[in-house]
């Protein structure tokens, strides 16, 4: 019966419940994008349960994406479905935000993302936008990123991690009354602001320190401290100081 409705009489898709459904009890998961892969290799192999309330509002978010169709009583892949588990598996992050942009909400906050606006209240005040959407977008945009393979990350998104890591240094240098900020520190802060992994901090902090590589500096532990206590891995190396000279930055 859920599929033949699903197919004559598509309903508005429930954004909250898609992104944060309370099962018996459990506490809210958000989907990610291993989710929403992993549900379209079982699509592919006819191995669905759709008795499932989170199941259904996924397959209504596939099926609202253009990644599945209704073929009977069962869901079956589309060529763009095929492109999207083609993309996840190749770390191609251009093409799956291509694919989430045809989302009001991911387009809303994106573009209000790429403007400046990264608080949740900010981006809520623009948008028009429930906190807990806003949220779980933001990670889903920095999902994306994540798993690029290429060494380039989106530009406007690494424009914005620029723009916070700066920030950031910043309010770090007054609050400690020194140029040099603790590297676990500063990476705190922007994850706070961006959503993003470690990993994926390293990545966007060595392509800005090579494009800057005249204007950074980085510093080891003092020999008084552990080797690896508050230090981060940059370019093979520990670190746990950086220096940023911010009116050469900005010259550039």
Do not use: C
């Not at 073929?71 to 999207?84: N, Q």
């Not at 606006?117 to 936008?129: K, N, Y």
């Not at 510093?219 to 050469?248: H, Q, V």
């Amino acid at each position: 019966m859920f599929m033949e409705k699903l197919a004559s009489d598509f309903q508005p898709l429930n954004f909250y419940l898609l992104w944060y459904i309370r099962i018996r009890g459990e506490k809210l998961r958000p989907v990610t994008l291993k989710t929403l892969a992993s549900l379209l290799h079982d699509i592919r192999r006819s191995n669905v349960d759709v008795s499932s309330r989170r199941i259904k509002e996924l397959i209504r978010f596939l099926y609202k994406l253009k990644l599945i169709k209704i073929d009977g009583r069962f869901p079956k892949l589309t060529s763009l479905g095929e492109k999207f588990i083609a993309a996840y598996q190749q770390g191609d992050s251009i093409t799956l935000h291509e694919i989430f942009l045809s989302i009001k909400e991911y387009k809303d906050v994106y573009e209000a993302y790429i403007n400046g606006h990264t608080g949740i209240q900010d981006i809520a005040r623009v948008t028009g936008l429930n906190a807990v959407v806003i949220d779980v977008v933001l990670r889903l945009i920095s999902e994306i990123e994540s798993i690029s393979l290429e060494n380039v990350v989106n530009k406007e998104f690494y424009q914005n991690f620029v723009k916070i890591l700066v920030r950031n240094y910043i309010k770090l240098t007054k609050k400690n009354r020194s140029r040099y900020v603790e590297l676990v520190k500063l990476r705190s802060e922007t994850k706070k602001s961006m959503f993003i992994t470690n990993s994926m901090f390293k990545k966007l902090l060595e392509l800005f320190i090579r494009e800057n590589k005249d204007k950074v500096i980085l510093s080891g532990a003092p020999l008084t401290k552990a080797t690896n206590i508050n230090t981060i891995e940059l370019f093979g190396k520990r670190f746990a100081y950086i220096m940023i000279d911010i009116k050469e930055v900005y010259a550039s």
